[in-house]
């Protein structure tokens, strides 16, 4: 087609190592599968209990549902959810990964007894072929598939859910989960605002200001406590996975937010919820504040002025999200905000730009009083291009881990994603 040489057959790709099969992609698509190598990402995700006790509810919850259908697991990782509809009853369950976790996937079904019932496939969901063995006249009745990111939508992986629906669905055919919606609210934060951004006015006596652009252009994966929220919340963008398509996930979407009480706002959060309508019992999980942790967290954007809130005023705008031109699992976001008061020496309004990129994980490493490591925080710091282990800043979580350590033998082990199988920098004894 247009000239150019056809790709490797299905045959080729089975019989291809991870390295091959991605020979040809992008950096930042490299970077992204392979950034799933590492077992500690999923060890992460299974021991998230909201997300992974929610999905074995909604399957097990609906046996009737899953029994004798066909089942495709799209980014399927570890196998947990293909394990969960075998189990369920479903005739067969396809899984499809890029990554090379995918062959600790196989063992893992395997030693399970589930090798008959679940079939596991490497490479791109764009770009293998289901086994027509196992499919339903071409088709499968349900698919599953764990694809949120932090803001919901980072990496871009809905993309692929919705490309799977419109190829392999059968009419009628159900999705697990089929509902998210984005949600929003004012925060106080002061205290680390000026930590983080205030930081930069004075660095050793010398003027930094001109990293703050940097600093406020890189929203923060943190968790939030409930304390902080000067507004109530409000919902902002809803995907129903059955219709949306992949140009809907650009969106611009008003939002107001009521403020509770006299306070300072000083930035902007937002988490998701995620909805299994198709259950015979509805099941609902949230990654907001309000809620049991998740690895999710919250998404926290940081504003260039502090609004000053009385109780009863509304703070407007819109929230706007599309991929970032360069790398499409990166997001550019704005928020177009406006107290409205009518107490004009407190009037504001702006507009922020913001980057969702590479992500640096951080895991703070404390021994207790017998020699053994805890880890009493990941901290994700969001990254633009380039950053080094060296250039961390540590999040809430990780400064207060730090800062309550009783001894210097503290270590931080930085995960970079964009390494094969992660990159671990041990070594860093000094507080940050």
Not at 376 to 381: E, T, V
Request: hydrophobic share 35%; with cysteine; net charge negative.
């Amino acid at each position: 087609m247009n000239g150019t040489k056809p790709g490797p057959s299905v045959a080729d790709m089975a019989n291809m190592s991870t390295e091959e099969r991605m020979a040809g992609m992008e950096h930042s698509e490299v970077r992204y599968f392979t950034s799933y190598d590492h077992h500690g990402i999923h060890e992460e995700m299974l021991k998230d209990e909201v997300r992974t006790r929610s999905y074995r509810d909604a399957i097990y919850q609906n046996q009737h549902i899953f029994k004798d259908k066909v089942v495709l697991d799209v980014g399927c990782g570890t196998g947990i959810l293909s394990m969960f509809a075998a189990r369920a009853g479903a005739k067969h369950v396809i899984g499809v990964d890029m990554s090379s976790i995918i062959n600790k996937a196989k063992l893992i079904v395997e030693v399970n007894g589930l090798s008959k019932k679940i079939t596991l496939l490497q490479g791109k969901m764009e770009e293998v072929e289901l086994p027509v063995q196992h499919l339903n006249n071409g088709k499968v009745d349900i698919i599953i598939s764990e694809w949120m990111g932090y803001f919901l939508l980072y990496e871009s992986m809905l993309d692929t859910v919705l490309y799977a629906r419109d190829k392999y669905l059968q009419p009628g055919g159900l999705i697990f989960p089929d509902k998210a919606t984005i949600y929003m609210a004012g925060i106080e934060d002061g205290e680390y605002k000026e930590d983080k951004i205030g930081f930069w006015d004075n660095v050793y006596g010398f003027d930094f200001s001109p990293m703050k652009e940097s600093a406020l252009s890189e929203p923060l994966v943190d968790t939030v406590e409930l304390k902080a929220l000067v507004t109530d919340p409000c919902p902002v963008f809803t995907i129903d996975l059955n219709t949306v398509k992949s140009a809907q996930l650009a969106f611009s979407e008003p939002f107001q937010l009521r403020c509770q009480r006299n306070d300072f706002i000083h930035a902007l959060i937002a988490w998701f919820d995620i909805d299994f309508t198709a259950c015979h019992k509805p099941i609902r999980f949230s990654t907001g504040p309000h809620t049991k942790y998740t690895h999710w967290k919250q998404t926290v954007f940081y504003l260039r002025q502090v609004l000053t809130v009385e109780e009863g005023e509304t703070v407007t705008g819109f929230l706007s999200n599309k991929p970032n031109s360069k790398n499409r699992r990166d997001l550019d976001i704005k928020i177009d905000y406006e107290l409205d008061t009518l107490d004009r020496t407190r009037a504001a309004r702006g507009t922020c730009e913001y980057r969702i990129g590479l992500l640096i994980i951080v895991q703070v490493l404390i021994p207790d009083d017998a020699g053994n490591d805890i880890r009493p925080s990941h901290a994700i710091q969001l990254d633009p291009e380039g950053l080094r282990p060296s250039d961390i800043a540590p999040s809430k979580a990780c400064s207060k881990a730090l800062n309550n350590a009783k001894d210097d033998n503290v270590w931080v082990k930085c995960l970079v994603d964009g390494e094969k199988g992660g990159r671990d920098s041990n070594g860093i004894p000094e507080r940050t």
